[in-house]
């Protein structure tokens, strides 16, 4: 499958409709027009400078309020030459600009040190490896979601994965299951992941994602979370991104958004640039439920898995 056809195999999968000049079927898209970009010469998979999807798709969904900006391609995981030449990066100087302009490091919403997770204090959370950490979270009792839970959602993928995505909470298959994003929005999440060459099953781990939530148990109805529930719960996905040490983290939805940042700015006016997370470069975008929900948002969300792709080629 070439790049083009993988590319438009990820905007279908995410419900939106490509087009394709007639004459130019293998050649990459541009960045600011439906029209043809001059044919790069050899045009190897890692250096086809193309732009984000939203001018090759049909108007009624593409988003004509936010700036157009270039944006290389995510490299399919199967298209990465063997010896690749050294890849221009059209997104060098945007991010250049965005990084240093990202927002200052916050530390999170102090919940009383006494008085997180199952008993144990902030510090001993930070303290605690891979197992502890599972241990603590499957006891924990320090909310009272415990009382309705069917499962812990501690998390899955590969705990050295390059990405990170973090979410809002279970929902009824997950707390099902004890697994994040196994319901409708986490097959979009899927989609979405495996166009870009990424997955939360097994593999090297730039090509991997650790998938987790703000809450690790779910809300009754699906309600949303409340603020002494993020609290109690903020330590033990701190933790979990210490461990990992991810390159990108993809906040996911208002609530991942808001823990993370510790800002109540509405998601439209945080996406598009890098935010960091204790140094973990940070890019905010949709909820793959609210996706479900608003279609022409896809093609912002593409946007953004395309910038968070940028920014892991462009960690040192
Ligand atoms: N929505 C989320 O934010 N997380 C899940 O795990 C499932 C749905």
């Not at 929900?293 to 898995?305: M, Q, V």
Request: charged share 20%; glycine share 6%; net charge neutral.
């Amino acid at each position: 499958m070439s790049w083009t056809d993988r590319q438009r195999a990820m905007l279908e999968a995410m419900g939106l409709k490509v087009w394709v000049s007639p004459t130019a079927a293998d050649t990459p898209m541009t960045a600011s027009t439906p029209e043809r970009a001059a044919p790069t010469t050899a045009a190897p998979a890692v250096s086809a400078r193309v732009a984000a999807p939203t001018p090759a798709i049909d108007s009624d969904v593409a988003v004509a309020a936010e700036p157009r900006r270039p944006v290389a391609p995510p490299t399919p995981a199967r298209a990465v030459p063997a010896e690749p030449a050294p890849a221009p990066r059209p997104m060098a100087d945007v991010l250049a600009k965005a990084l240093p302009s990202a927002m200052p490091i916050q530390a999170p919403t102090a919940a009383p040190a006494h008085a997180v997770g199952a008993g144990l204090s902030r510090d001993a959370i930070a303290a605690l490896d891979w197992t502890g950490l599972r241990d603590t979270v499957a006891g924990c009792r320090a909310c009272g979601l415990c009382e309705s839970r069917q499962h812990t959602v501690f998390g899955v993928g590969n705990e050295r994965a390059h990405w990170m995505i973090v979410g809002e909470a279970p929902g009824e298959q997950e707390d099902a299951q004890g697994e994040p994003f196994v319901g409708a929005a986490g097959k979009l999440l899927d989609n979405m992941l495996r166009s870009l060459g990424l997955s939360r099953e097994d593999g090297p781990p730039e090509r991997q994602v650790y998938i987790a939530n703000t809450l690790k148990c779910r809300p009754p109805r699906n309600r949303n979370p409340e603020p002494g529930e993020l609290a109690q719960c903020e330590p033990y996905l701190q933790r979990q991104i210490e461990l990992i040490q991810p390159r990108v983290i993809l906040a996911m939805g208002r609530f991942a958004v808001q823990q993370l940042l510790q800002s109540q700015e509405a998601i439209g006016r945080l996406r598009g640039r890098v935010h960091r997370y204790q140094g973990v470069p940070l890019i905010v975008t949709y909820h793959p439920a609210y996706l479900l929900r608003n279609l022409p948002e896809k093609a912002k969300s593409w946007e953004d898995l395309c910038l968070a792709w940028q920014t892991v080629e462009a960690a040192p």
